[in-house]
């Protein structure tokens, strides 16, 4: 089975960091884009991130730049987005997904998500 496991989330001061990890199973992330998204209680759903993990360009909303930073770990399949400098509107539940076409426009499947809650 192709799943994606989001993890990392939790409860955080202002300012304060966290680390998101994104694990897949049952598919290599070596040729795919990973994207992440967060959705807020009664928000849309919005694209946080996106790495393509074969040549490392990243992209970014505008206002997590400078503050997230996406990586990728291929031995452990994994890719991570580090958070920091945390502010109360980055809480939302977090998802990752994964492009078979790297191109962080579409994505194939996604995973469950997780909780980051931002206290001011």
């Known amino acids: 089975d192709v799943q994606l496991q989001a993890s990392g989330g939790g409860l955080v001061q202002a300012r304060g960091s966290l680390r998101l990890s994104c694990a897949a199973s049952?598919?290599?992330?070596?040729?795919?884009?990973i994207g992440w998204f967060r959705q807020a209680p009664g928000k849309e759903r919005e694209g946080v991130s996106c790495?393509?993990?074969?040549?490392?360009?990243?992209i970014y909303k505008d206002s997590v730049k400078g503050r997230f930073t996406n990586s990728s770990d291929n031995a452990k399949n994994t890719v991570y987005l580090q958070m920091n400098s945390l502010k109360p509107e980055d809480t939302a539940v977090y998802h990752c997904?994964?492009?078979?076409?790297?191109?962080?426009?579409?994505?194939?499947?996604w995973g469950q998500g997780t909780q980051v809650t931002v206290s001011s």
């Open positions: 997904a994964a492009d078979s076409r790297a191109s962080c426009r579409g994505y194939d499947f």
């Open positions: 049952g598919f290599t992330i070596d040729d795919y884009a």
């Open positions: 790495i393509s993990v074969s040549d490392g360009r990243t």
